[in-house]
């Protein structure tokens, strides 16, 4: 398996060009729901561009050493959402589709939770790879050769905040955080 590495300005690059697929197909939707963590930027982004509001469902199958190690599916218990009730046309987001499982048990809980709402779903990742189970809607970048992605926000989970205000900190500005917190 290679190692595909990516830079912020390719990742926003990317979630652009996913939006200008997504609207060049003409589908009209009324509500995005992003998989949590890796979709999170995305349906964010998303959801500020097309100006329709941003449900999130936290999932987790990822683990171990450096993140790669895949394990059991686990789902939130509840969907977060700021209107008072679900869209009928969805626009499920995720950053890829590396088995696939994640966004075929997202379809299948949105279903089993949502079904009476929703009248059509598609779905959206940035990176389609050919060892997943489901083929995206919507994707940026089919990767044939299953490379592991390296995204520009995984330098974030070797940081701790100790050794981020060591860094950051000076005698004059932790005198300051002192006397205002």
Not at 34 to 48: E, N, Q
Request: hydrophobic residues 40%; proline residues 4%.
């Amino acid at each position: 398996m290679s190692d595909l590495y990516i830079s912020w300005s390719e990742y926003h690059q990317k979630i652009e060009r996913l939006a200008a697929k997504i609207y060049l197909s003409h589908w009209q939707f009324n509500q995005i729901v992003c998989i949590a963590r890796g979709g999170l930027r995305v349906g964010d982004t998303l959801s500020r561009i097309y100006d329709l509001p941003l449900a999130i469902l936290s999932v987790s199958s990822y683990g171990g050493a450096g993140g790669q190690v895949r394990g059991e599916i686990s789902f939130s218990t509840h969907l977060t959402m700021t209107t008072g009730k679900l869209g009928s046309h969805i626009l499920l987001v995720d950053d890829l589709a590396d088995s696939g499982i994640s966004l075929q048990q997202t379809l299948n809980w949105l279903s089993s939770h949502y079904g009476a709402d929703i009248e059509e779903i598609r779905t959206a990742v940035l990176w389609y790879k050919a060892s997943s189970i489901i083929a995206p809607d919507y994707y940026v970048d089919y990767l044939p050769d299953n490379p592991w992605i390296h995204q520009p926000f995984e330098p974030y989970e070797q940081m701790t905040p100790a050794e981020l205000a060591a860094t950051y900190s000076s005698s004059q500005e932790i005198a300051w955080e002192r006397e205002n917190y």
